[in-house]
């Protein structure tokens, strides 16, 4: 059991430092339903990476959103649901824009699709795909990295990380009344590295919580 709580752990500092600097936002949408009119919703993500989010629903089928990861890349988005079901299926699209500025600059927008199925009132399953473009630079003072912690990110070409393919799958619990846990994968591909000595994609598990008619 000791030896299974220590592997445990050493995979949550894995995640987390091999996802510590991401070329593109991380954190999953756990619904394709809206979250209604006038109703805020806070998030909060330990893995892949630390982030916070608030929702607020503008009406009842479209929502916007700020999620902070790391304290250092900020993303602004909205989420129009298609097919609003809170109590079955859901189809909705999003799209944002983020900056992040440090060692190196990851700036862009992304745009996607996200599909949910409320299955009981406890018990939701949600997936989601997106496509990022980025303004991506690198500078050689980074001494960390997201898709080979050796290296960092530093491509040659900068066209090299300035896209990013976004898929993610979370299984979401209600545990409380009005607290919800998230636990699924996040996975990232970038489709236009060519070099060699870089890997084009990761994946990493995801918990988070949701917490609700706040």
Same mark, same amino acid.
């Given at each position: 059991?000791?030896?299974?709580?220590?592997?445990?752990?050493?995979?949550?500092?894995?995640?987390?430092?091999?996802?510590?600097?991401?070329?593109?936002?991380?954190?999953?949408?756990?619904?394709?339903?809206?979250?209604?009119?006038?109703?805020?919703?806070?998030?909060?993500?330990?893995?892949?990476?630390?982030?916070?989010?608030?929702?607020? !629903?503008?009406?009842?089928? %479209? $929502?916007? /959103?700020?999620?902070?990861?790391?304290?250092?890349? =900020?993303? +602004?988005?909205?989420?129009?649901?298609?097919?609003?079901?809170?109590?079955?299926?859901?189809?909705?699209?999003?799209?944002?824009?983020?900056?992040?500025?440090?060692?190196?600059?990851?700036?862009?927008?992304?745009?996607?699709?996200?599909?949910?199925?409320?299955?009981?009132?406890?018990?939701?399953?949600?997936?989601?795909?997106?496509?990022?473009?980025?303004?991506?630079?690198?500078?050689?003072?980074?001494? !960390?990295?997201?898709?080979? %912690? $050796?290296? /960092?990110?530093?491509?040659?070409?900068?066209?090299? =990380?300035? +896209?990013?393919?976004?898929?993610?799958?979370?299984?979401?619990?209600?545990?409380?009344?009005?607290?919800?846990?998230?636990?699924?994968?996040?996975?990232?591909?970038?489709?236009?590295?060519?070099?060699?000595?870089?890997?084009?994609?990761?994946?990493?598990?995801?918990?988070?919580?949701?917490?609700?008619?706040?």
């Amino acid at each position: 059991m000791i030896r299974q709580w220590h592997a445990f752990v050493a995979l949550v500092f894995l995640t987390v430092f091999i996802t510590s600097c991401s070329l593109a936002p991380l954190t999953p949408r756990v619904d394709a339903a809206s979250v209604g009119k006038g109703k805020v919703l806070i998030q909060n993500n330990f893995l892949p990476t630390t982030s916070v989010s608030v929702i607020y !629903g503008v009406n009842e089928q %479209f $929502d916007i /959103g700020l999620d902070l990861e790391q304290a250092i890349l =900020g993303t +602004a988005w909205g989420r129009y649901s298609f097919i609003n079901n809170p109590e079955g299926f859901s189809l909705a699209a999003n799209g944002g824009v983020f900056i992040y500025t440090d060692v190196q600059k990851s700036n862009g927008f992304y745009t996607g699709l996200i599909a949910s199925n409320q299955w009981s009132p406890r018990f939701r399953t949600t997936a989601s795909l997106r496509y990022a473009d980025l303004d991506y630079e690198f500078s050689p003072e980074d001494d !960390g990295g997201y898709f080979d %912690f $050796d290296e /960092g990110f530093g491509f040659d070409n900068p066209d090299d =990380g300035s +896209a990013n393919i976004h898929a993610d799958l979370t299984f979401s619990i209600l545990i409380k009344s009005h607290i919800e846990l998230a636990l699924g994968a996040i996975c990232q591909y970038l489709p236009r590295n060519e070099d060699p000595e870089r890997s084009s994609e990761i994946c990493a598990p995801t918990i988070g919580f949701t917490y609700y008619r706040l």
